[in-house]
């Protein structure tokens, strides 16, 4: 089968794992889209400075580590899209079109990603019809800054598609309602672990007694703010705890009360790879306070090294965080709640080994394992093929 893959530096952490599989039997024309904003993203670093729309054919070192996820290249071709603009009165973006327009195989299943507008107009000029839509975020978080241009792109690419997956089962109603989707198209697949343990596995050279682990993007809508106060709370049992909040994005909480804290480690910054593996694998367990979220990647990376997760019952969440058993759920907002199960984890380390064993059973079960949900997506491929 033929398979144009087409998404963005932002999605390689899911979406390696999965071409991983697919292309041991499949041919794959993968199309990573990419800009300014996030030529740094999870699993990517691009440092080379681009002056204009560029078309990159196969140039695997703008990967860097992450073509390690790919077990072998020989049926994978790679273009890199890099756009200077996203702005459709950008001339130069039209210009663009005629060349990407010599990359699409009308016989190939289209798995799409990467929806913006100028690949929705040019699907749409060429007459693609095997389409799937592929949602990381269905529904966008409450600080979003989504334009209601994105909304109606996005609506267009549902009436586009034959079929769409959806990676938790929870926002799926929200989303049908959104978006007036006929139930019949929505397919759920989850993810797997986030394969960076396959990159690096790095013995630490220390522990971290007492420590938590937050890492991501900062935004509002991760609650890190909700986790400070919960840290205060549970310092005063634990004098010696340790709370490592790393990564890039605007410091939106207030740190005046905790910068010269020893308390508090917060690293502002892209955490390459090799820095996040390490990070990961020195703290006690990882947390996740979101106000809101569909699923995460976070989760599924932490369980990559075993790493128990306590996190809100928010969105996606509480499907591969599984209360007492993987990890701890508490309500959102609460950091009264959040500090009694921070408590009971690190006044338990044979809880937290437990749930480290639990973790590579759950990962192993055949609903989580990257070979059973690329089988899932072959047969979603098969459907869209046959459907009229």
């Known amino acids: 089968m033929n398979i144009t893959f087409i998404t963005t530096t932002s999605y390689i952490d899911t979406a390696f794992p999965l071409i991983n599989i697919l292309s041991k039997q499949n041919i794959i024309n993968l199309i990573v889209n990419f800009s300014d904003n996030n030529k740094r993203s999870s699993f990517i670093s691009i440092d080379e400075t681009f002056y204009k729309n560029k078309i990159i054919v196969n140039n695997y070192d703008l990967l860097g580590d ?5 077990d072998d290249w020989t049926n994978i071709s790679l273009t890199f899209i890099y756009w200077k603009k996203w702005k459709i009165s950008c001339f130069k973006n039209w210009l663009l079109l005629i060349k990407l327009n010599r990359l699409l195989n009308r016989n190939s299943v289209f798995h799409i990603q990467a929806m913006n507008f100028f690949w929705l107009f040019l699907l749409k000029l060429r007459r693609i019809k095997n389409i799937i839509i592929d949602y990381h975020d269905p529904i966008e978080h409450s600080d979003s800054q989504a334009s209601k241009m994105l909304y109606l792109v996005k609506k267009q690419f549902n009436a ?3 079929n769409i997956l959806i990676h938790n089962k929870s926002v799926i109603p929200e989303f049908e309602k959104l978006y007036n989707i006929d139930s019949l198209k929505i397919v759920y697949t989850p993810f797997g672990k986030i394969p960076l343990h396959k990159i690096y596995r790095i013995a630490p050279t220390k522990y971290i007694k007492n420590s ?15 986790l400070i106060e919960a840290a205060k709370i549970v310092r005063k049992r634990i004098p010696d705890l340790k709370v490592i909040i790393a990564g890039s994005g605007k410091l939106y909480f207030d740190i005046t009360g905790i910068q010269n804290n020893n308390t508090f480690q917060i690293i502002n910054r892209y955490i390459p790879n090799n820095e996040l593996a390490q990070l990961i694998q020195e703290s006690s367990f990882v947390v996740c306070p979101y106000t809101d979220a569909t699923q995460s990647g976070v989760v599924m990376t932490a369980y990559a090294f075993h790493k128990p997760v306590i996190a809100t019952k928010v969105g996606g969440l509480s499907e591969v965080v599984i209360n007492n058993f993987t990890g701890k759920l508490v309500p959102p907002k609460d950091p009264v709640a959040l500090a009694e199960a921070i408590n009971e984890l690190l006044q338990n380390p044979a809880m ?11 990962c192993s079960q055949s609903e989580f394992s990257w070979e059973n949900i690329a089988q899932k997506t072959i047969e979603v491929y098969k459907n869209t093929l046959t459907k009229k």
């Open 66 to 70: 992450s073509k390690k996820i790919i």
């Open 160 to 162: 586009l598609s034959k």
């Open 212 to 226: 938590l682990l937050f890492f991501g993007r900062l935004s509002p809508y991760k609650g890190i703010d909700y």
């Open 352 to 362: 937290i080994e437990k749930m480290s064993e639990n973790i590579k059973t759950f």
